[in-house]
């Protein structure tokens, strides 16, 4: 998988970057965990993500946030970090002004990130979150929540209670035009230990039958 390294808002930024053959083909942006707590752009969540949309016929693009490994800058408590993901979207787009649909995808601190994004990009088509901490982060801002998407849990998440991800996923689901496809995997805790598999497999079948109605912007 090439590296790659692109300008962000405070320096450099380093990634892992899948270029599909296809002019038009859709692509993906995918989010690491928080960076305070030895997340990275190679955190096996994340990396699953990657390549289920790369099966899929996906450009894609992971990176790790400003001071992560050989990315510039320190942590900024989400601020940043989203300055960062924008930066990355724009690289990603500029290689690829001709794609079908965006994505976004994270995992725990990085869906925070993603979703918040997802507010701020239209032209990102769908989601897919998996166990985002809406028990430790203001989900607030997603009202509405502008597109469908995926959330994963496993209902022995030891991070963020099924209690807190089932009243954010029941308060998006009541929003108009709207589909919130909610997966709890047996078994599974908040970082997919010895469940990644399961979470490929729904990942990918998500992937092939989702319709977004958004393509990427010009």
């Given amino acids: 998988m090439p590296e790659i390294v692109f300008n962000g808002p405070v320096g450099r930024l380093e990634g892992r970057y899948h270029h599909a053959a296809e002019e038009t083909s859709p692509v993906a942006l995918l989010l690491h965990p928080h960076p305070q707590h030895g997340g990275t752009m190679n955190n096996k969540v994340v990396y699953t993500l990657f390549h289920s949309f790369v099966r899929r016929g996906y450009s894609a693009l992971r990176f790790n946030f400003r001071g992560v490994g ?113 997966r709890i995997v047996p078994g599974a805790d908040h970082f997919f230990v010895d469940k990644l598999d399961v979470l490929a497999t729904i990942c990918d079948e998500y992937i092939a039958g989702a319709k977004p109605e958004r393509a990427a912007a010009d």
């Avoid at 990130?113 to 203001?138: K, S, T, Y």
């Avoid at 801002?141 to 991800?165: H, K, N």
Wanted: charged share 20%; with cysteine.
């Fill in 70 to 182: 050989r990315s510039q800058g320190y942590f900024d408590r989400g601020e940043g970090e989203l300055a960062d993901a924008a930066a990355a979207l724009d690289w990603l787009q500029s290689y690829h002004p001709n794609a079908r649909s965006c994505w976004i995808g994270g995992f725990s601190f990085g869906a925070w990130i993603g979703m918040q994004l997802l507010m701020r990009r239209p032209e990102i088509a769908a989601f897919i979150a998996v166990a985002p901490p809406a028990n430790m982060f203001d989900f607030s801002f997603l009202a509405p929540c502008p597109s469908s998407g995926l959330i994963v849990q496993g209902d022995q998440d030891q991070v963020v209670p099924l209690e807190a991800m089932q009243k954010l996923v029941t308060k998006l689901s009541h929003q108009r035009d709207i589909k919130i496809d909610y």
